[in-house]
């Protein structure tokens, strides 16, 4: 019975956008609002119900060319930001291990290993030569 209902459910949902990165991050934030309404501020449940459609509307969705490209545009705001998160976690994994810092010229993310004093740094980009202590 149960087998039989999920072969309906998947032949109902082809064609369909389904669960993307968007729609996670719509649910996600939708759980978030949920939560601060109910401690804070009860009526902004209601904008969560909004958030919780909208997202079921993307799912459900069978303008799939519409979708992607409103996954993509999500996608390009989201990379900078996840990037930061995952540069920041390898910073704290390696905090005992490496000292990190930035070029004074170029901006560029540089890492030395901890414990050698003043060193000579030599920028990888644009070759820049300061001195630094880690």
């Known amino acids: 019975m149960v087998y039989r209902f999920l072969q309906k459910f ?5 064609g369909r956008n389904g669960t993307d990165q968007l729609a996670l991050a719509g649910l996600i ?11 804070f501020f009860w009526p902004l449940i209601f904008v969560s119900y909004l958030v919780y459609f ?18 993509q545009q999500f996608l390009r ?10 540069f ?12 990190y810092f930035k070029c004074p010229s170029c901006g560029l ?13 030599t920028c990888q980009r644009c070759h ?3 001195i630094k202590r880690v």
Do not use: C, D
């Not at 934030?29 to 401690?39: E, H, M, N, R, T």
């Not at 909208?54 to 996954?71: C, P």
């Open 29 to 39: 934030f939708g759980i978030l609002l949920s939560v601060i309404a109910q401690l």
């Open 54 to 71: 909208w997202t079921l509307f993307r799912i459900f969705s069978r303008n799939l060319a519409a979708r992607q490209k409103e996954n």
């Open 77 to 86: 705001l989201w990379h900078p930001v996840a990037q930061w998160f995952s």
């Open 128 to 130: 820049a030569q300061f």
């Open 109 to 121: 993310r540089l890492r030395a290993p901890k414990g050698r004093g003043k060193i000579q740094v």
């Open 10 to 14: 998947q032949y109902w949902m082809m």
């Open 88 to 99: 920041q976690r390898t910073k704290f994994q390696q905090r005992k291990q490496y000292k």
